[in-house]
């Protein structure tokens, strides 16, 4: 499913039964005749992915720089936060 992200933008979330059980959800910049990529976050479920990828579009249509969506480090989607150590 593809959502739009504002002017020339695009988040789209797939799941690709060949690979497993994993779904994506990727950023596209549209120009003229070419869609480049610009980030993508692997999720367990449909659910979460579909999650992020609505509030994603909401936050580019808002006018989040592509930036800051591109320093993000991808990945921390299929695992769960360690718990917090307390400092000693």
Known sequence: MIF???KNLEV??????RAGTNWIVR??????LVRRL???DWF???EQARRFAESLATELRAG???DDIR???P???LHRPRPRTPEK
């Open 27 to 32: 950023v596209y910049q549209r120009t003229f």
């Open 71 to 73: 320093k993000r480090t």
């Open 44 to 46: 367990l479920n449909e």
């Open 12 to 17: 789209e979330y797939t799941h690709n039964t």
């Open 75 to 77: 990945g921390w989607t």
């Open 4 to 6: 739009s992200g504002g």
């Open 38 to 40: 610009v980030a993508s």
């Open 64 to 66: 989040a720089p592509l």
